[in-house]
């Protein structure tokens, strides 16, 4: 699944497979989900919708964050 939903099922490779070439790094996902999380509170999501979205996120670091 899309991590904020949608009408689709994902069918695309698994997430780690698919960001493992990028080498993303815990500062590279930080960063990311830093400036995520500025524009979304810049477009009025509320607090608690925000709060999830960001649980979402750490829920998929170690996924994301390249291990090698």
Do not use: N
């Amino acid at each position: 699944k899309f991590m904020l939903g949608g009408a689709t099922e994902w069918t695309g490779k698994d997430i780690k497979e698919l960001h493992m070439p990028l080498k993303i790094t815990e500062e590279h996902f930080d960063l990311y989900k830093s400036t995520f999380t500025s524009q979304l509170k810049s477009l009025k999501v509320r607090p608690a919708q925000l709060k999830q979205i960001c649980l979402k996120m750490e829920g998929l670091r170690e996924k994301i964050v390249w291990d090698g």
